[in-house]
């Protein structure tokens, strides 16, 4: 991976934790309590995503620790 494509990883990696933030703390209340999240998601499909999102989240730092260069 070139540097180019590390930074790109390192944002999306962000991305995809500020998502799962996002679902974990707002969505899922928000869905017990009313039902649906503010996005108009069921709590079962707030939970698949969560799902999604965790592996995307796995797979992109797997990917960064299995990079033998450090761009630090």
Excluded: C, F
Excluded at 62 to 72: F, G, I, K, T, V
Aim: glycine content about 4%; cysteine-free; overall charge negative.
């Amino acid at each position: 991976m070139n540097e180019r494509e590390y930074e790109q990883v390192i944002a999306k990696l962000g991305s995809l934790r500020e998502h799962l933030r996002r679902l974990e703390e707002d969505d899922y209340a928000t869905a017990m309590y009313k039902g649906y999240s503010s996005d108009g998601l069921t709590l079962t499909e707030i939970m698949a995503e969560i799902t999604t999102v965790s592996e995307s989240v796995e797979l992109l730092e797997e990917r960064l620790a299995s990079d033998p260069e450090q761009y630090l």
